[in-house]
């Protein structure tokens, strides 16, 4: 009976000791342990995202300071060497009527008067209202779209027109001087 009531308190004793207890015994962590190192875990992997998160948002930073400087440069370019702003003159001037804006985006230019009013349909089509044909003394015929006095705006322009398709890549900038 001794010994029964021994084991008895033996076993009441492990019970309400709990895992901890024998975790201790065999060498292991116990749950606080155990709760402490996942919480190591989560902060180190915290720290982890955090640092490349603000690695992402240098670059971001980086990329976008990058593209200013250089859309500023292209502008500033653009203004000076006339790169893919054509004067009129270049092209032996507008027989046409003088337009009325300083710049326009020219979309297309032909030889052929019926290919440039065909392209000058589908522009209208495309809800380019204010799209027109101007002429030149030399026989060009182009197609021209978004008439502006602004040429950072006109260049913005560009960007969009050449992106939705209307535009080819050698579309350019007529300036009006």
Not at 46 to 60: F, N
Not at 92 to 115: D, M, P, S, W
Request: glycine share 6%; net charge positive.
């Amino acid at each position: 009976m001794k010994k029964t009531i021994i084991l008895m308190l033996a076993l009441v004793t492990v019970a309400t000791s709990g895992c901890d207890f024998v975790r201790r015994i065999a060498g292991r962590p116990t749950a606080a342990q155990v709760e402490e190192i996942h919480r190591e875990k989560l902060l180190q992997e915290e720290a982890l995202h955090q640092a490349r998160m603000d690695s992402l948002k240098r670059v971001q930073q980086a990329m976008a300071d990058s593209l200013a400087a250089l859309e500023a440069h292209l502008l500033d370019s653009l203004s000076q060497a006339k790169g893919t702003i054509v004067n009129p003159s270049k092209l032996g001037g507008l027989f046409t009527t003088k337009l009325e804006a300083k710049y326009c985006i020219v979309v297309g230019a032909f030889r052929n008067r019926a290919y440039a009013e065909r392209k000058l349909e589908a522009c209208k089509k495309d809800g380019y209202s204010s799209a027109s044909i101007i002429s030149f003394r030399n026989g060009l015929l182009a197609v021209a779209v978004c008439p502006s006095n602004s040429l950072d705006q006109t260049l913005k322009t560009l960007k969009q027109l050449r992106g939705k398709g209307i535009c080819p890549p050698d579309g350019w900038i007529l300036i009006n001087e």
